[in-house]
């Protein structure tokens, strides 16, 4: 079952009838004991109350509910995945009251399946190898740098910085102690009078080619960016109109005698809507121009 980020989390599962000494536990990395279980015998089912933090980013793990039913012992597992929604439950109320928890979910498959990204926030670890580039290029937009290792060494981050709308990390050229500094990278010292002296055997820091790079942290979006929310609107009104304009629709021209009606090119290659397409153009990953 999905789960909404920053929602409050109720899990529920239907229990055999005669169900007794019900209890849960969220199983993650860790196992932890889930109070408060409600039960109503006469549907049979068994629900229960996530604490906030286990909703507070994207991420998945399993509800074990253990029971006793006759003289044996059970138990049955929900799996719940944690995902951000492309648009506010109180927006969608307003643009289909009632069909958030239908069209929300495929409205965000559009969109991320468009971008080649999400726009949750989570947390975890990529492997990535260098190109022997001054700037590693990242998979998915990184909001904080946790670790970087690489050939069983562990970095300090503070030598890092988050580059290019948060999708390339560098190292740091100037401005570091001795200490943060690597060997290879440059160090300036400012004499009065505002000169800079830089160590004259420096070399620009890069990623290795075929070196194979650990970068842990959070990563994702703080919150969904504006423009997403706006084409997410125009999907959803898509979805649950079915007058959305010929035009919004890539419908290149209809015939109104024989209703012949041929579509442009970019039909299938987009989200289904032209303004949706322009409002999520600059977040796709592929091709993308970051700077």
């Known amino acids: 079952m999905e789960l909404y980020r920053n929602e409050l989390g109720v ?17 993650n990395e860790t196992t932890v004991s889930l109070a408060g279980v409600n039960y109503n015998p ?25 029971f006793t039913i006759g003289a044996e012992i059970a138990s049955i597992t929900e799996h719940v995945t944690v995902v951000t929604g492309v648009l506010t439950r109180a927006r969608a109320e ?7 928890a239908e069209v929300e979910p495929i409205v965000r498959k559009v969109i991320e399946a ?34 970087l290792d690489y ?10 910085q988050i580059k290019g709308n948060r999708y390339f990390l560098s190292k740091k050229r100037y401005g570091l102690t001795v200490k943060e500094a690597p060997p290879e990278e440059s160090i300036e010292y400012t004499v009065p009078g505002g000169q800079t002296i830089f160590y004259p ?9 075929d070196i194979e790079y650990s970068v842990s ?14 084409a997410a609107e125009v999907l959803f009104s898509d979805y ?24 442009s090119g970019r039909t299938w290659d987009g989200t289904g809507n032209v303004i949706a397409d322009q409002l999520l153009d600059k977040f796709r990953l592929s091709g993308m121009a970051i700077i």
Request: contains cysteine; hydrophobic residues 35%; proline residues 3%.
């Open 114 to 147: 468009y971008t080649g990204q999400s726009f949750g926030k989570w947390t975890g670890t990529y492997r990535i190898f260098g190109e022997s580039e001054s700037e590693l290029q990242l998979p998915q937009r990184l909001i904080s740098l946790a670790t």
């Open 201 to 209: 055997f420096r070399s620009e820091a890069r990623f290795g080619e």
């Open 94 to 100: 307003i643009l289909c009251a009632g069909k958030y």
């Open 240 to 263: 649950v109109c079915n007058e959305a304009t010929y035009r919004n629709r890539y419908v290149q021209d209809v015939s109104a005698q024989d209703w012949k009606i041929r579509f």
């Open 217 to 230: 942290g959070v990563w994702g979006w703080e919150s969904v960016p504006v423009d997403v929310q706006k």
């Open 11 to 27: 899990v529920s599962v239907g229990l055999p009838a005669g169900s007794s000494a019900i209890t849960a536990q969220m199983i």
């Open 151 to 160: 050939n069983g060494v562990t970095e300090n981050v503070t030598s890092y």
């Open 42 to 66: 006469t549907s049979s089912i068994a629900s229960v109350s996530l604490p906030f933090s286990a909703t507070s980013y994207d991420h998945e793990f399993d509800v074990k509910f253990n």
